[in-house]
């Protein structure tokens, strides 16, 4: 008798003796209460634990959000990643984590479209359920919007990569942070000069973090389409899904008509950014994924707006 007529004929014991084989046991006896109102809650003790918390909260938390914007598609479904938190008096233990998630729930059942004002609200609200005097929500998504070739008008779908981040605190309101990090094409302005024809490029990445100022009005502006714009203005080309030979000729001929070191790109896009009535303060970050090195070139550049009035 072979291998397979023998586990053809082999008797297995039942599903619950196959686990006390690896190891399962019996339930024990229960002595300790099963309603929630009778069970001991650690986080909410009261003693000197030695030092106010900064933040804890829960993070990498996925969940799926709606985005409203001002480019096509105007509204999109996508995947935000959650981080949220509070801070801690020295004289508490700690935090109630299921209210981070519970609050989250309530939202997507209303419809959670990731908007600052909505953000504000929800921030606000999970200080109350939290029974804190802080909280603080962060959530990153892929932002999607519709590029077209610049001769063939061909349509394709770029996206950029978005975070805002709200925190609320009872006594000085809220502070809001908008940071996108977006593609694009930069031709080396050394390479250009030294070569007797050609030059090389690369693919940039830009990323920028914004404050906000108090008076923003999202209503009017689209933080995600300004910051975009100002990446993708000052750089030697716009990275494009579709393109056809007439475009590729007009992206490479505009890409060889504005050379762009990453120390031209940040103090561009920095211009844009200090124009911006909105921008209270920003950073803004150039690498460049470089094409004859292995290496990558970086320039990073900061701004508060606050700052000069004082001066």
């Given at each position: 008798?072979n291998?397979?007529e023998?586990?053809?004929?082999?008797?297995?014991?039942?599903?619950?003796?196959?686990h006390?084989?690896?190891?399962?046991?019996?339930?024990?006896?229960?002595t300790k209460?099963?309603?929630?109102?009778?069970?001991v809650?650690?986080q909410?003790?009261?003693?000197d634990f030695?030092?106010?918390?900064?933040?804890?909260?829960i993070?990498n938390?996925?969940h799926?959000i709606?985005i409203?914007?001002q480019?096509?598609?105007?509204?999109?479904t996508?995947?935000g990643t959650f981080?949220?938190?509070?801070?801690i008096?020295q004289?508490?233990?700690?935090?109630?984590?299921?209210?981070?998630t519970e609050?989250?729930d309530k939202?997507?059942?209303?419809?959670?479209a990731?908007?600052?004002?909505?953000?504000k609200?929800f921030?606000?609200?999970?200080?109350?359920?939290?029974k804190?005097e802080d909280?603080?929500?962060e959530?990153s998504?892929p932002?999607?919007f519709e590029r077209?070739?610049p001769?063939s008008?061909l349509?394709?779908?770029?996206?950029a990569?978005?975070?805002?981040?709200?925190?609320?605190?009872?006594t000085?309101?809220y502070?809001?942070t908008?940071?996108?990090?977006?593609k694009?094409?930069?031709?080396c302005?050394?390479?250009?000069?030294?070569s007797?024809?050609s030059?090389?490029n690369?693919?940039?990445?830009?990323?920028?973090?914004?404050?906000l100022?108090e008076?923003?009005?999202?209503?009017?502006i689209d933080?995600k389409a300004?910051l975009?714009?100002?990446?993708e203005?000052n750089?030697?080309?716009?990275i494009?899904?579709?393109?056809k030979?007439p475009d590729?000729k007009?992206v490479?001929e505009?890409?060889y008509e504005?050379?762009?070191?990453?120390?031209?790109?940040?103090?561009?896009?920095a211009?844009?950014?200090?124009?911006?009535?909105f921008?209270?303060a920003f950073?803004?970050?150039c690498?460049n994924e470089e094409?004859?090195h292995?290496h990558d070139a970086?320039?990073?550049?900061?701004y508060d707006?606050k700052q000069?009035?004082t001066?």
């Amino acid at each position: 008798m072979n291998q397979t007529e023998l586990n053809k004929n082999k008797q297995l014991p039942s599903k619950k003796e196959r686990h006390k084989l690896f190891g399962s046991v019996d339930p024990g006896p229960r002595t300790k209460p099963e309603q929630k109102e009778k069970m001991v809650d650690l986080q909410n003790s009261k003693k000197d634990f030695l030092f106010n918390i900064d933040m804890v909260g829960i993070s990498n938390v996925k969940h799926p959000i709606q985005i409203p914007s001002q480019l096509v598609p105007q509204i999109q479904t996508t995947i935000g990643t959650f981080t949220f938190g509070s801070s801690i008096a020295q004289g508490s233990k700690g935090t109630n984590m299921s209210r981070f998630t519970e609050q989250l729930d309530k939202y997507h059942h209303e419809g959670f479209a990731i908007d600052i004002e909505t953000l504000k609200k929800f921030t606000k609200e999970l200080a109350g359920r939290l029974k804190q005097e802080d909280a603080e929500v962060e959530v990153s998504f892929p932002w999607f919007f519709e590029r077209k070739g610049p001769y063939s008008d061909l349509a394709g779908m770029n996206h950029a990569d978005a975070t805002i981040k709200v925190l609320y605190d009872h006594t000085t309101g809220y502070d809001v942070t908008v940071e996108l990090t977006g593609k694009i094409t930069t031709l080396c302005p050394c390479s250009k000069e030294i070569s007797e024809y050609s030059a090389h490029n690369q693919r940039g990445n830009v990323s920028m973090s914004v404050k906000l100022t108090e008076d923003f009005d999202e209503q009017q502006i689209d933080w995600k389409a300004a910051l975009l714009e100002a990446a993708e203005s000052n750089a030697s080309a716009r990275i494009h899904p579709v393109l056809k030979r007439p475009d590729e000729k007009m992206v490479t001929e505009q890409a060889y008509e504005n050379p762009r070191f990453v120390e031209d790109i940040v103090r561009l896009v920095a211009a844009d950014l200090y124009e911006y009535s909105f921008v209270e303060a920003f950073e803004v970050s150039c690498r460049n994924e470089e094409s004859i090195h292995l290496h990558d070139a970086v320039a990073t550049l900061s701004y508060d707006k606050k700052q000069e009035k004082t001066r």
